[in-house]
């Protein structure tokens, strides 16, 4: 048997002199030598043969030489060299750590992990022993460790949450597909008792075949199921029940509207989209049936999971034209050329073909209707009028000069208390925007409370239902905004 021209027994002797000649020079006393011998050996193909005369060099006093050793020990450590490498990582900076296990973990892709159960225990036992800091590199070899490494895991996040470093929930995306949902479920479970602060990681980590375990956050404040509906969108609609049906039902608009911006067309099936994106267009609130419409704008020009654009724009064209119309003049930054219609400043134009634009007859009548002020005008004045109260003025009466200074002056003018705090809140908001603009500092508004005969817990009260409602927004913490919620 021979390798070229090369006998094997030739070839054998060859590859011995090479190991030969790496050890003799990492023992030499010049340093040129030595530092080549450490470059070599790291890319030597059985290098592995050389891990005891490596594994001398980790107590070497030249630092320069150490580091060029210890990530080729690191990617060939076996046996009990395991213990005694990691034993050696005492007083080396964390970086060169980190390091080390990136060059692990790249050396167990490449080469496959420790199978036998003895073994994954020698690697579990020694990467214990490292640091907090590191965790994120020794959940990932974990993850390569097999039923031995998955339970090591399972067992910090449930013993130990408070103090996992955040990093390594993103090495949970290692861990095959059944080792992973049990994870991501073990730690929605235990996050959502004692250290919630965690969901933003956490959405960052879940699939589509995990993301339903977050429905535990979905009891809590606005903003976590926010934070639950941005990952559920993320991950794609291809299903219209569980936890989407829970988010369709929530009683937030931002909630709803945080679903609909986030969704990622590519990752969603078209006709589930469409089901919930119905549901959308037909929400009392401006801004959740204002996104659900941009949304399907935006589907008559990307695709779906396994769908079609052209597809697609029949079907929309069918169920939703009205809505698109509506939306194209306010959304052009998204093509609605596919609609037919031009849009302009004042909004749609139709095309109108020769027989619509021919003369049908004598022109439609005008009546004292169509000079009538805009129906927002009418109600803010009628909302206005039932806000006065009774003035109070001076009798009419004929007083002398001498008694017209005991004449009590009139009294302001106040809202009766009987009309229901939004109406009274909404008022005072329109009335000192007429003074200060839109957006109004929010002390001022709770200054004129009283004139409202309003309290100081009452107005909180009412500000945080309207804000729920949707009809207040908060522009900053110190700033609030009327929504317009007549316009379409």
């Known amino acids: 048997m021979t390798s070229g021209d090369m006998s094997l027994a030739d070839l054998e002797l060859k590859e011995l002199k090479e190991m ?16 080549q011998a450490a470059q070599g050996l790291s890319m030597y193909d059985v290098n592995r043969t050389l891990l005891p005369k490596a594994m001398t060099l980790l107590s ?43 060059g692990i973990r790249e050396a167990f892709r490449e080469n496959g992990s420790p199978v036998s159960a003895s073994s994954q225990r020698l690697w579990i036992q ?41 990093g390594a929930l993103a090495s949970i995306r ?4 059944n080792h992973r949902n049990a994870l991501v479920a073990l730690i929605c479970e235990e996050a959502a008792k004692s250290k919630r602060e965690l969901l933003p990681y956490i959405t960052g980590v879940v699939d589509r075949k995990n993301v339903r375990f977050l429905s535990v956050f ?42 609909i911006e986030s969704i990622d067309v590519r990752q969603s099936h078209f006709n589930k989209l469409l089901r919930i994106l119905e549901i959308f267009v ?19 020009t990307e695709a779906c999971a396994n769908s079609d654009v052209m597809i697609q724009r029949d079907k929309l064209m069918k169920r939703f034209r009205d809505q698109l119309l509506k939306a194209a003049p306010s959304n052009k930054d998204v093509d609605s050329s596919w609609l037919g219609v031009e849009i302009t400043e004042d909004g749609v134009i139709p095309y109108i073909s020769p ?7 004598d022109p439609e009548p005008v009546g004292i209707s169509d000079f009538a002020p805009p129906e927002r005008d009418l109600r803010s004045a009628l909302m206005m009028k039932m806000l006065e109260t009774k003035e109070y003025s001076a009798p009419s009466l004929e007083i002398d000069d001498s008694k017209a ?46 004139e409202i005969e309003m309290t100081g817990k009452e107005f909180d009260q009412v500000l945080d239902q309207l804000v729920k409602e949707g009809t207040v927004y908060m522009v900053d913490k110190e700033t609030i905004s009327r929504v317009d919620i007549l316009a379409d």
């Open 218 to 259: 979905l009891s809590g404040e606005w903003k976590e199921r926010k934070e639950v509906a941005c990952a559920i969108g993320r991950v794609g609609i291809y299903t219209t029940s569980g936890i989407v049906r829970q988010v369709l039902n929530d009683p937030d608009w931002r909630v709803k509207q945080a679903l």
């Open 174 to 177: 290692e861990f095959r597909d």
């Open 282 to 300: 037909a929400d009392s609130h401006k801004r959740v049936h204002g996104s659900a419409r941009r949304l399907l704008l935006r589907l008559g």
């Open 405 to 450: 200074a005991s004449v009590r002056k009139p009294k302001p003018k106040r809202t009766s208390s009987k009309i229901p705090g939004p109406a009274r809140f909404l008022a005072l908001m329109d009335r000192l925007s007429a003074e200060l603009g839109k957006e109004l500092p929010l002390a001022v508004v709770r200054v004129k409370a009283p």
């Open 20 to 35: 030969r000649r790496i050890a003799w020079d990492l023992e030499s006393a010049s340093q040129e030598l030595m530092y």
């Open 126 to 166: 020694a990467l214990e022993g490292l640091g907090r800091e590191h965790q994120p590199g020794i959940v990932e070899i974990m993850a390569t460790l097999g039923t031995a490494g998955f339970g090591w895991t399972k067992k910090i996040i449930k013993n130990d949450l408070e103090n996992l470093n955040i």
């Open 355 to 361: 027989e619509d634009s021919q003369d049908t007859g």
């Open 60 to 102: 070497a006093e030249d630092i320069f030489l150490q580091k060029l050793v210890i990530r080729t020990v690191g990617r060939n450590l076996f046996g009990a060299y395991i213990k005694e490498f990691f034993d050696s990582l005492v007083g080396i900076s964390p970086a060169e750590v980190a390091q080390v296990l990136m």
